[in-house]
């Protein structure tokens, strides 16, 4: 999003975030798909490690830790704040879009970010061992258990966020960020509605996968244990005739109809160029 955000203006750019890697942890509400992309555009995101605030202290979490309290999910003091202050909201009964939209303000961020639901929807990790939650999978357990399968708890229940649906019907493109499908965009999917308001748009996906090798995270085991191909033309299939075209990074192997161009965004530095090329590519 930083990089459509910085080629095409914050105020063009819609973003839908995934809720379903959502907990509560040490009595707060936390949000850390929201939470990356907020972060992210208010330039406080300690780019280093992709997550949480930059130059960030840890004075909470380590008293936390040594009174017994949940240490193994990290919260900065900074970041605690924000938790903090989102819980209030949320227990007095603002949903979680509103809560969304005022830090969004206070923070300065001018892009508009939409959670894809108010609603509870947990992504839920099948392994050999059971089911795990999913934060507990990837920071408890480092994600080293091999993933047999997924479920998105709350998913059918659930209903699109307010202005998730217009935001849609209105783009004039959707861009699918270079995620992990699995439990980033199909979270998304799930909700009952937005599929089916995508499939009357025009949308493009860029390839998390360059080379067979994720940017970040374990997608390309993840899509290896889940009898899918660790490639981008692998991703193209898991997304399927919701897909207008794919984008994959140049030279790299994707399906037939897909569009090359610069795909790297991890570095700042490079963002505002990679967007400027993906909106060339794409419209």
């Not at 936390?64 to 605690?80: I, N």
């Not at 206070?106 to 970010?113: D, K, S």
């Not at 699109?160 to 019907?169: C, F, M, S």
């Not at 090798?213 to 085991?221: D, N, T």
Request: charged fraction near 25%.
């Amino acid at each position: 999003m930083d990089s459509l955000a910085r080629a095409a203006g914050p105020e063009a750019i819609t973003a839908i975030g995934n809720v379903g890697d959502d907990l509560e942890i040490l009595g707060v509400h936390v949000s850390p798909d929201l939470d990356t992309v907020l972060y992210t555009l208010a330039g406080l995101l300690d780019e280093e490690r992709g997550w949480g605030v930059r130059d960030e202290s840890y004075n909470a979490l380590g008293m936390a830790r040594e009174l017994g309290g949940e240490g193994w999910f990290t919260l900065g003091d900074r970041d605690l704040g924000l938790h903090l202050v989102r819980t209030r909201w949320l227990r007095e009964g603002v949903p979680l879009s509103q809560a969304t939209r005022r830090l969004a303000e206070a923070l300065g961020v001018r892009a508009t970010l939409l959670p894809a639901t108010d609603e509870p929807l947990r992504t839920k990790i099948h392994t050999k061992d059971g089911e795990l939650d999913f934060q507990e999978w990837f920071v408890a357990r480092g994600h080293r258990d091999e993933v047999t399968g997924l479920r998105y708890e709350g998913a059918e229940a659930a209903r699109p966020a307010p202005g998730v649906l217009k935001a849609i019907e209105s783009a004039e493109l959707v861009v699918i960020a270079p995620s992990n499908p699995f439990v980033s965009v199909l979270p998304i999917l799930a909700i009952p509605g937005i599929r089916e308001a995508l499939a009357a748009s025009r949308v493009a996906a860029v390839s998390p996968l360059v080379g067979g090798k994720a940017f970040r995270g374990p997608l390309a085991e993840m899509m290896v244990s889940l009898d899918h191909e660790p490639s981008a033309a692998g991703v193209a299939a898991l997304y399927g005739e919701l897909l207008d075209v794919l984008v994959v990074a140049p030279g790299d192997q994707g399906p037939p109809g897909g569009v090359e161009c610069e795909i790297d965004m991890v570095a700042p530095d490079r963002r505002a160029e990679a967007g400027r090329q993906l909106l060339e590519a794409l419209l």
